[in-house]
């Protein structure tokens, strides 16, 4: 089972970055994105496809639309600028996956 | 505040068994609202993961990996480990460990720091 991402995204600064992540099982698996920087352990950005943790800035959205889940980041920061990947779980919610990753390029 | 330390030997040789533990401070191994996972990153590239366990025992794992790997957790030292056999150079990668579940449902919501390891003779 894969998830598919782009393999890179650019934005100006102050624009919006959508990140799509594809997959078969998303209509019945919740979709997570985390953020990794260089050197850095991935940290959650949102959850259950659409939830954002404590301490994410509210520019930071998912969505679900079937197949395809969407983070969206508005007004794209400087400091925006990393890998993010999608995670889920296959149709039986019995294996992890992640997908490929993207990055994110603040130009 | 619960905090994650992945912890073993950085260099492996090709066909040995490569053994990593992860030790959980500020918090139980022994919950029923999350579960503990192993995920690895080959340099330069994404995230693979690698399965996880809870603590009753119940596992699960990466198909392409189910035949070399053993995730078990150690309730007395609040430890879980992970053991990957007849590792090759593509083994090669940082291995982190994380806690899964909670409010999060199935996510990682929480992430050691990530220990390299090398598969070279």
């Known amino acids: 089972y894969e998830l598919t991402q782009p393999p890179s995204v650019s934005v100006s600064p102050g624009q919006t970055a959508r990140i799509t992540c594809s997959g078969d099982?998303?209509?019945?698996?919740?979709a997570y994105w985390y953020q990794q920087k260089p050197g850095q352990a991935p940290v959650m950005v949102i959850y259950?496809?659409?939830e954002r943790p404590s301490g994410i800035p509210e520019r930071f959205s998912g969505s679900n639309s079937g197949t395809t889940v969407t983070l969206t980041i508005s007004g794209v920061q400087a400091e925006d600028e990393a890998d993010y990947y999608c995670?889920?779980?296959?149709?039986?919610?019995?294996?992890?996956?992640f997908g490929g990753g993207t990055k994110l390029t603040v130009l | 505040q619960v905090q994650l330390e992945e912890s073993g030997p950085g260099l492996v040789k090709p066909s040995e068994t490569l053994s990593l533990t992860c030790t959980v401070s500020?918090?139980?191994?022994?919950?029923?609202?999350?579960?503990w996972s192993w995920v690895r990153q080959p340099p330069g590239k994404g995230l693979e993961w690698i399965g996880y366990?809870?603590?009753?025992?119940?596992?699960s794992y990466n198909p392409s990996l189910k035949s070399r790997v053993t995730i078990s957790v150690d309730t007395s030292k609040n430890q879980f480990s992970l053991r990957l056999r007849s590792v090759i150079a593509a083994d090669t990668a940082v291995y982190y460990c994380?806690?899964?579940?909670?409010?999060?449902?199935?996510?990682?919501?929480?992430w050691g720091q990530g220990t390299l390891v090398t598969v070279s003779s």
């Open positions: 994380a806690r899964v579940g909670g409010e999060f449902r199935d996510g990682y919501n929480l």
């Open positions: 500020g918090g139980s191994v022994s919950t029923d609202n999350h579960y």
């Open positions: 366990i809870f603590y009753g025992g119940s596992t």
């Open positions: 099982a998303l209509p019945n698996q919740y």
């Open positions: 259950k496809d659409s």
């Open positions: 995670q889920s779980a296959d149709t039986s919610g019995t294996y992890g996956v």
